[in-house]
């Protein structure tokens, strides 16, 4: 009778798990960390959105896996001098809804990013002060000063070109129905559910998509996004946890893609911003070199996340063509660090609270830390807060360190400017210097690469003796597939291109 | 009849108007800044954290904003997700039906689980079949929900490969793939429901075993199965009823860790989401909504009890 009743239990689950589904081949599936913002790249900031744009919209420009500027919708680009910058639109492209792409929706799409209500490109391409249309396919961004981060900008969200037609018919709700130039067309989209677009024939560059559609799935759960993989419902995996990473290797039906990412985890310290500011380590730049001496970087990560992570002691990840080679975690020195410690004139034990985003990893990595600094005559107390909370509590300054990450830029600027300079969003701690004002000024204006990576390196010089963010680990690109899956580019900005990967039989 | 519905009737607004003003109170002191969520990476820049704050009157005083969205209440308009830019009224209509099934489905499991396991119980006291029905009972109850479901995923989808993982496809669009994907939360979901049921059932069967009317039937010679199903259960069921019912509230707040754990885009997932992302209109529509299903279901359960019940009637 048991058995009879087992055996039926698992025929009605097989009957149900079996029913008719779309064939795998035809249809990609991608689990996402979350799901994503509002599907307008004027209006959206969430990390996934620009996982599903790479679907559904071209850019003018990309980055390649060696993080080198390509052409997309733009072929060529050339400064007429550092104020005038020339781009050379693709012929013979059209946006999903037939519409025809050129100069004109290009100067469309740019005036709407720094025009829209409540666009969050304003800031980015906020170098731009005229947008003239040279001829249909050319066309002259005029800037209002020489600004070396613009043509990143132009291969991330600023760069997105949209249908202006359909733009201007929809309005600020263009992003329940966005219309671009990529592989693929939206269908649908059920909130926390799934997005599901179809493939674009129109697409200039079809030859390279193989699917006919893709659907991402948001899935917050690591073990559940990993279960879904594990059982064949997903057939991608933008991220993977590195404790998931065993598990995955083990799977014969799956296989993994790891790359450095531009993203990286550091602690902020308050130095400047209201009263916390007023503690030992926020007023003494020896504590904080003390503190950072005290922390063995490998050991921390070993432990944490099975070495998967790189130690760093600069924003840029060694992937990047700013990373500066000479700037290099210093190994844990903890007779040194109580050198330093005794020099700042503070008595120990020295009572530091840190801030943790309330992620099992994280304060897991903040007890470790909590354990290394100890012999060096810190007291650290862990604060574990929720994510959102945890960004106001540090914009409103009331922190003395802040364990938070950032998912990194192509350019340096984007992972620098903010954080360092005067009076910037990121830079919590109000930290304030005027030669690292100046440097990091100096390097929006320079165009040559070399030429800036050097001006940062004098910058990382002049960071490491105050050492407002102890830059810790950089983080790394980890995507689980389906073995079959092939074709798949890693490119460290960790974003999920869909030209050229297909389904081997 | 026509008083007592109209003095319940008359309840409904000021009920809801009070818990638009505590939703909305207790939401300002939730830590976090909505700009900040909103801004994403681009949080770096004051000037846009600065005018989101402007457009979206997070800078106004708080019960100038309260009335700005009452007024857009009053005009039936509930507001638009910040996140989504998609109107409240939408979500809660788009996510409203995928909770009730769950729940719904989950509430099946638990009738079907816990009343006759508490019958068994009940009729084969002190013996194996008791402590076993206690001790799945007692399981029910003890085991969290988040571990359950991940331990079912794992063993149910991963190992044996029987049942999607997650996800939810609706029931009009294909039952059985809609049964696929929400058999496994509404077992996890009903589980310490039916655990609870069997219990009540239980010492509601053991007292009605007791009862002079049994000993009658059985006295009568009617087979033992008859007098515990016909006799004993018939009036052991009535507090059982009672408790279900008002199992149903536990369910559709038990679906908010059950839909996070299996991924159901129900009305529990949005508003957890909504939670972490500071989406205030969301947070206020959903719960709105719930207050005006709860208001309703009590009215109803109070008119049927007035029917059903001629003491009231009369009274």
Redesign the interface.
């Known amino acids: 009778m048991r058995r009879t009743l087992f055996a039926a239990a698992?025929a009605a689950?097989?009957?149900?798990?079996a029913?008719?589904?779309p064939a795998s081949a035809q249809t990609l599936r991608i689990g996402l960390r979350e799901?994503p913002?509002?599907l307008?790249p004027t209006?959206?900031?969430?990390?996934v959105g620009r996982i599903v744009f790479a679907g559904m919209c071209d850019k003018l420009f990309d980055y390649d896996t060696k993080l080198d500027i390509v052409p997309q919708l733009a072929t060529s680009y050339e400064y007429k001098d550092p104020t005038h910058l020339i781009l050379h639109l693709r012929p013979d492209v059209s946006f999903q809804d037939g519409e025809k792409f050129d100069a004109e929706a290009v100067k469309y799409t740019l005036t709407r990013d720094l025009t829209m209500?409540?666009s969050?490109?304003?800031?980015?391409i906020g170098a731009i002060s005229a947008i003239d249309v040279i001829d249909p396919l050319t066309v002259e961004l005029v800037l209002k000063s020489p600004d070396s981060p613009l043509l990143a900008q132009l291969a991330g969200r600023p760069g997105i070109m949209i249908a202006p037609g359909a733009a201007e018919k929809e309005g600020?709700?263009f992003?329940?129905h966005p219309v671009c130039a990529g592989p693929f067309s939206f269908v649908s989209r059920?909130?926390?559910?799934?997005i599901t677009l179809q493939r674009f024939p129109g697409y200039w560059n079809a030859k390279a998509i193989h699917f006919d559609r893709v659907v991402y799935?948001?899935?917050?759960?690591s073990?559940?996004r990993l279960?879904?993989l594990?059982?064949?419902?997903l057939d991608l995996v933008e991220y993977i946890v590195p404790t998931d990473v065993p598990a995955v290797k083990k799977d014969p039906k799956l296989k993994l893609a790891m790359s450095d990412s531009l993203g990286y985890e550091g602690i902020t310290f308050n130095t400047n911003h209201g009263p916390m500011a007023k503690s030992p380590i926020g007023e003494s730049a020896d504590l904080r070199r003390a503190f950072e001496l005290a922390i063995d970087r490998k050991a921390l990560i070993q432990v944490v996340y099975d070495g998967l992570f790189t130690a760093i002691a600069q924003a840029n990840p060694p992937i990047s063509q700013f990373y500066v080679p000479s700037v290099q975690p210093r190994p844990r020195d903890i007779a040194a660090a109580k050198k330093l410690v005794a020099a700042s004139g503070f008595k120990p034990p020295i009572s530091v609270t840190m801030i943790v985003p309330n992620s099992p990893d994280l304060l897991q990595a903040a007890q470790v830390i909590q354990a290394m600094v100890q012999p060096a005559g810190f007291d650290l107390k862990i604060q574990a807060m929720?994510?959102?909370?945890s960004?106001?509590?540090a914009?409103g300054g009331d922190f003395q360190a802040y364990l938070i990450a950032w998912?990194g830029r192509a350019d340096a600027d984007g992972n620098t400017y903010?954080?360092l300079h005067s009076?910037?969003?990121?830079n919590y701690g109000a930290f304030s210097d005027p030669a690292i004002n100046t440097l990091l000024e100096q390097a929006r204006l320079t165009t040559d690469i070399a030429a800036r990576r050097d001006i940062y390196a004098k910058m990382w010089i002049e960071e490491r003796k105050e050492m407002p963010i102890i830059y810790l680990w950089a983080l790394s690109n980890i995507v689980g597939m389906k073995r079959q899956l092939m074709g798949f580019e890693q490119v460290p900005d960790g974003i999920i291109r869909l030209q050229g990967m297909y389904m081997a039989n | 009849m026509r008083g007592f519905l109209g003095s319940r009737l008359a309840q409904i607004l000021p009920t809801l108007f009070l818990v638009s003003i505590i939703v909305f109170g207790l939401q300002q002191l939730m830590p976090g800044d909505p700009a900040l969520v909103i801004a994403g990476d681009s949080a770096g820049d004051p000037q846009i954290v600065a005018q989101i704050r402007g457009e979206l009157m997070l800078n106004r005083p708080i019960p100038v904003q309260y009335l700005h969205w009452l007024d857009n209440l009053l005009h039936g308009n509930l507001g638009y997700s910040w996140r989504l830019q998609e109107p409240v009224s939408e979500l809660v209509a788009q996510k409203l039906p995928v909770t009730a099934q769950l729940s719904l489905m989950a509430f099946v499991f638990a009738v079907i689980i816990g009343v006759p396991m508490g019958i068994l119980s009940a009729v084969k006291r002190n013996t194996a079949w008791d402590w076993l029905a206690n001790s799945i009972g007692l399981f029910g109850l003890s085991i969290p929900t988040f571990w359950l479901g991940i331990v079912m995923i794992l063993v149910v989808s991963v190992w044996l490969g029987w049942l999607p993982p997650s996800g939810y496809v609706p029931l009009a669009q294909n039952w059985v793939r809609s049964l696929a994907t929400t058999v496994m939360p509404a077992f996890v979901l009903g589980n310490a429901i039916a655990a609870i049921l069997m219990r009540h059932t239980r010492s509601a069967m053991l007292v009605a075993l007791g009862q002079d009317y049994v000993r009658t039937a059985r006295a009568k010679g009617l087979s033992e199965w008859v007098v515990v199903l016909r006799h004993a259960l018939r009036n052991a069921l009535i507090p059982v009823v009672t408790l279900g019912g008002l199992q149903l509230g536990t369910l559709l707040s038990g679906a908010v860790l059950t839909e996070q754990v299996f991924s159901v885009p129900g009305f529990g997932k949005l508003v957890v989401d909504a939670v972490f992302n500071r989406d205030y209109p969301v947070i206020q529509g959903v719960v709105l909504v719930t207050a005006l299903l709860y208001v309703v279901l009590n009215l109803v359960t109070d008119l049927l009890y007035f029917l059903i019940n001629p003491r009231m009637r009369a009274g």
Not at chain 1, 43 to 47: C, P, R
Not at chain 1, 190 to 194: K, L, P, S, W
Not at chain 1, 217 to 221: A, L, Q
Request: charged fraction near 20%; aromatic fraction near 8%.
């Open positions: 698992a689950c097989l009957l149900l798990g029913a008719p589904r799901d913002d509002i307008d209006l959206g900031g969430s990390y209500k409540g969050l490109r304003k800031g980015q600020p709700k992003g329940l059920v909130a926390e559910q799934e799935e948001p899935i917050v759960n073990a559940v279960a879904n594990q059982a064949g419902t929720e994510f959102a909370s960004l106001a509590t914009e998912s903010s954080f009076g910037f969003g990121f």
